[in-house]
């Protein structure tokens, strides 16, 4: 046998059928060589296909666990009889001269491996003209030198098998992205010549989609950091990456095209492009891997979306959510703009009110439900993760009803005997209207969590956060703005964000799965424990605005409402860390998978928490920026609350660990130790200090509370056998990036 052709395919029937045929019709004689599919894991038929095909057994496969491409060709080279082994791509066709054209190139460069080029067959996809024109740019780049070319691709790659074998398999530590690279530099490390043929070329059908083209980049990124500054350094390999003036050439030679918008386009894609693989390469340097092969290929959307707990995942979702949360905050300006501090002190009261009703309809019953339906998730468990959305589901219109009658029924004694800001009966209404649509928003939306599509839900969000922006400014332009209007404008895109996620709901529970009985208990616990350490949290935040609405006037409400909405920045940051470690902390198994799990939130978040401590330093020109010179009396409110917002974002693992590892119930403790402070702090001393001394016991108590969860989470770690070492830097691997074992 002198040609082994392998395969590496997972879920790409159609593209493999394809290749295969092509192989087929090769003008070499059938007995000179054989072709390896390694089926990696395929849940799309492959595998039948490949043990019915009538090839006359001339295809032979083996299957593996989805170990990634790297992983698979070792396991086809294992079972390979050839003397020259071959790799191509499961979306690649051949021409006929294909193998004859390598053994050639073999003998006449008396080489040991040789790779060729591809032509890209997509020819209406710009990702695809642009990933294929770096490529090529890059292998005339990095292949300049005779015999020693170091940019060669597995789709188009022959090597002898006595070299493969001399010189070891691909390296598995590597999931893809340039294990190629790495092997052909072993090679030429050792003296042997490699020798770049672009006259001999395949055909390519990757036909990209954006999230997968910034995915593939992203992670090309992080192999480009194993092969630079791992192995390159520990087998002395005498890599280096190209300059920053060099990349700048490079984007300007893969833009180019005769029509002026196509440029940009092109231009705006090669920038999208390598600012992915940077983000890939800085993760990876942040993290200190030295291995990737956990990054399977099984996991592609949801890593893309932010699963895996990388700065790829938690910058997309982040960047996606500072997005649609900037229209939120400007939306807030100008309300702020518009209104008299007075009249915004009443939209704040309503606002104040309309979010602690909607914490108290909901009981938990988001949180309870992503939490249990995670853990079915996360096994591949449809029926059961279905049958927790549907059960969780009728939980909560049950609650909104009961809720809803009773709301409407105390609306008099509430607004009229408790309070000295009074509500007109018109904001009430919106109020109540306000707080449903929320509480059913908040929970359709938890389906985007459970199924880890988190790019999914800040397009969600973007588009209510748009809807909102654009019916305030509406109404302040047409001079329209009043307390009671801009309320109804605030509110109303709820309902049209629960319209989008509950269509998206019921298509993914359709099928398997139903409302079963024992699970009842099992959401109403956790969510109980949710819902005190909620409506704690909710107390602490919005019953500021409420307490002075109650004890002082329109004009401290509005001054302290100014002061919390200009940190609304703040809270969306925490809120975004914390809902994206969520479901990732939902994969924390074992005392072993602690300390990595806090490194990494640690190492996420903290560089967040430093540049908005330092932004505050900008607090009086921003306030005065946003909301004019005569409101900066709001800007002790500002920074206080701030302080308050960024000292739980520190601590997101601790809340996080309490959810799923530890005690839930730890964490209603810290919030209704935080809440009793503050309400009995603000209670006393609101009507003396007004907004800024409100402000300032919201911070104490927020300090107090949180030393108190890392009292109790070291109580937790001491009993659990996990050593807590006195400078928490190292603990957490601040101080050495050399993990132990495999990649976090």
């Keep these: 046998m002198k040609f082994s052709i392998i395969i590496p395919t997972f879920n790409r029937l159609a593209l493999l059928q394809q290749c295969v045929e092509s192989l087929l019709q090769l003008d070499t004689n059938p007995d000179e060589y054989e072709i390896i ?11 039948g296909w490949l043990n019915s095909a009538p090839h006359n057994g001339r295809i032979r496969f083996v299957e593996t666990h989805n170990g990634g491409p790297t992983r698979a060709r070792n396991k086809g080279v294992a079972i390979a009889n050839g003397d020259i082994l071959v790799f191509t791509d499961d979306d690649c066709t051949h021409p006929a001269t294909w193998l004859r054209d390598l053994e050639r190139r073999l003998t006449a460069q008396r080489a040991v491996a040789v790779g060729g080029a591809v032509h890209n067959q997509i020819q209406n996809n710009n990702l695809t003209l642009v990933y294929e024109k770096t490529n090529i740019l890059l292998a005339q780049r990095f292949n300049e030198e005779e015999g020693k070319a170091r940019f060669l691709t597995t789709n188009n790659f022959a090597i002898l098998r006595t070299a493969f074998d001399r010189y070891g398999n691909f390296d598995e530590r590597f999931f893809t992205g340039a294990e190629d690279r790495e092997l052909v530099a072993r090679l030429i490390a050792a003296g042997e010549r490699v020798v770049y043929a672009p006259d001999i070329c395949i055909n390519h059908f990757h036909d990209f989609t954006l999230r997968e083209f910034l995915f593939l980049l992203y992670r090309q990124g992080r192999g480009s950091y194993l092969y630079y500054n791992v192995m390159g ?8 990456p190209l300059s920053f003036r060099e990349y700048l050439t490079l984007m300007n030679t893969v833009s180019q095209d005769a029509s002026f918008i196509k440029r940009v386009m092109k231009w705006t894609l090669a920038v999208l492009a390598q600012v992915s693989v940077l983000l890939g390469y800085i ?40 997005f649609s949360s900037a229209f939120g905050f400007f939306s807030f300006v100008i309300i702020g703009r518009t209104l008299s501090i007075p009249d915004f002190g009443i939209f704040m009261v309503a606002f104040s009110l309309e979010s602690l009703l909607g914490s108290m309809v909901n009981l938990g019953l988001p949180q309870s439900v992503v939490r249990f339906a995670s853990e079915f998730s996360k096994h591949g468990n449809e029926e059961d993760t279905n049958s927790v959305i549907k059960t969780g589901f009728v939980l909560q219109g049950m609650f909104v009803v009961v809720f809803g009658t009773a709301g409407f029924f105390l609306a008099d004694t509430l607004m009229n ?10 904001l009430f209404i919106a109020v109540m209207t306000g707080a449903m649509g929320s509480v059913f928003y908040n929970y359709a939306s938890t389906i985007y969590s459970i199924h880890l599509r988190f790019i999914d839900l800040t397009v969600l969000r973007s588009i209510v956060s748009i809807v909102r922006f654009a019916s305030i400014l509406t109404l302040s332009l047409l001079s329209l703005g009043t307390p009671v209007n801009l309320f109804w404008a605030f509110i109303i895109p709820y309902w049209l964000g629960l319209a989008i996620s509950l269509a998206v709901m019921l298509k993914s529970i359709q099928g398997k799965g139903s409302v079963r009985k024992d699970y009842f208990r099992r959401i109403l616990a956790y969510g109980g424990w949710n819902t005190a350490s909620n409506m704690s949290r909710l107390l602490t935040t919005h019953f500021g605005a409420l307490i002075l609405a109650a004890y002082t006037s329109e004009q401290e409400v509005g001054t302290y409402g100014l002061g919390q909405t200009l940190s609304f920045v703040y809270a969306v940051i925490s809120m975004t860390v914390s809902q994206y470690f969520m479901p990732i902390g939902a994969r924390v198994k074992s005392n072993d998978d ?6 990494r939130t640690l190492r996420l978040a903290m560089p967040l928490v430093v540049v908005s401590l330092f932004s505050l330093l900008f607090a009086y020109p921003v306030m005065s920026l946003m909301y004019g010179e005569n409101r900066t ?55 003396s200090t007004g ?42 691997g601040f101080s050495d990036r050399k993990p132990h074992g495999k990649s976090e």
Excluded at 37 to 47: A, I
Excluded at 234 to 240: V, W
């Design 633 to 687: 009396v709001a800007v002790p409110v500002f920074v206080f609350i701030s302080l308050s917002i960024l000292t739980g974002t520190s601590f997101v693992s601790v809340n996080v660990l309490f959810h799923y590892f530890f005690k839930p119930y730890f964490i209603a403790l810290e919030a209704v130790l935080r809440a009793i402070l503050f309400l009995s702090g603000s209670l006393l001393f609101a009507s």
């Design 691 to 732: 907004a800024a001394g409100v402000a300032g016991i919201y911070l104490a108590s927020n300090i107090v509370a949180q030393g108190v969860s890392f009292v109790l989470l070291a109580r937790e770690f001491k009993r659990r056998g996990i050593s807590l070492e006195p400078r928490m830097w190292k603990t957490f």
């Design 37 to 47: 599919v390694v089926n990696d894991g395929s849940m799309d038929g492959t595998s």
């Design 233 to 240: 350094k520990e087998k002395n390999l005498g890599l280096k």
């Design 417 to 426: 005997n408790m309070m000295k800001v009074a509500l007109p009966a018109p």
């Design 594 to 599: 602690i300390i990595p799990f806090v490194r």
């Design 283 to 322: 993760s990876a340097t942040w993290e200190g891997v030295t291995d990737l092969t956990t990054e399977r290929s099984e996991h592609t959307r949801s890593a893309a979306s932010g699963e895996r707990g990388t700065m790829f995942g938690l910058l997309t979702f982040l960047g996606g959510t500072v």
